[in-house]
């Protein structure tokens, strides 16, 4: 292999790697190949190329978001005949130059990963180890019993995804259970991010612990990203007050799930800090009324 050169990202160079990469090895490939792009300095992206003769073989991008400001993202592919000659860390070690620039003073690297692929492997030789995990998990129907709604209990009740309580309680509920990477999620990103329906947000439901008319807050809340009810199972975000004792908020958590699959099936991305969604998913995957779907995904950091 000849001595690789390297320069900043140009307009067609996603034509030109996709020729030589081929699709991606893993969904999350997919998704980060749409951020090599052009550098920019707002928001902060740097984006470098290496050549081999003139061929572009390799590609990698460091950038920041609003939303997790304190760690950077940073992407690195490879061409499958040009790996394990150093390319990928001679490109992380060009990125980390970089970011030793960005305005906003954030080194730190964070990036995404599945288990045994050359994504994983490479992170840990770079030294990045797992600060997070999350699945997406599929609830089979009846798996859960209903539990008894009386008129001065818990209520079940359809919230309109514009609701402000309920964007509150989104926007807190993501900022809690993200301060392994603080989030800054306030009520405009979560409308906009999670609510809207260029998000894809079809419908709401939320219980509470009494009628609203009462003082009943919001203890846990599902938000349907499928429009249209069929035989595949819906996707759902399922959060909760993290504010709410544990046992309380695995109570709410277990109740709405269990009116979710009444009859269909339901898909959760859960991350580990989702503690509550986790204490009762848990034992429905020890028994068979729920399963994961493909692997584990790890977010790794310096």
């Not at 992407?75 to 490109?91: C, F, K, Q």
């Amino acid at each position: 292999m000849a001595q690789l050169t390297y320069r900043d990202w140009r307009e067609d160079d996603d034509l030109a790697l996709l020729e030589i990469w081929g699709d991606p090895e893993t969904g999350q490939a997919g998704h980060f190949r749409a951020m090599l792009r052009p550098s920019a300095d707002q928001p902060w992206s740097r984006c470098i190329v290496a050549e081999d003769q003139g061929i572009a073989v390799a590609a990698g991008a460091v950038y920041e978001t609003s939303l997790h400001p304190d760690r950077l993202w940073v992407y690195v592919e490879v061409a499958r005949d040009h790996r394990g000659a150093g390319v990928a860390s001679d490109l992380l070690a060009r990125l980390r130059a970089e970011a030793e620039q960005a305005p906003s003073g954030v080194r730190k690297l964070r990036a995404k990963v599945e288990p045994d692929t050359s994504g994983a492997a490479f992170a840990r030789a770079a030294g990045l180890t797992q600060i997070q995990s999350s699945r997406v998990v599929q609830v089979s129907p009846g798996a859960l019993p209903l539990p008894a709604l009386g008129e001065t209990g818990p209520q079940l009740e359809e919230a309109a995804t514009g609701s402000v309580e309920l964007t509150r309680a989104v926007a807190d509920f993501y900022n809690s259970v993200h301060v392994w990477d603080r989030a800054d999620m306030t009520v405009g990103r979560a409308q906009q991010m999670l609510l809207s329906e260029s998000a894809g947000a079809g419908g709401a439901v939320v219980l509470r612990g009494a009628p609203k008319a009462e003082g009943g807050t919001i203890q846990a809340f599902a938000i349907s990203y499928t429009h249209e009810r069929t035989d595949a199972p819906a996707d759902v975000l399922l959060g909760y007050d993290t504010a709410l004792p544990a046992d309380e908020a695995e109570a709410a958590v277990r109740a709405l799930l269990a009116m979710l699959v009444a009859q269909h099936p339901v898909q959760l991305e859960v991350d580990d800090s989702m503690t509550a969604v986790l204490a009762v998913l848990q034992p429905l995957l020890d028994s068979g009324l729920a399963r994961q779907l493909g692997p584990a995904t790890s977010i790794v950091s310096d």
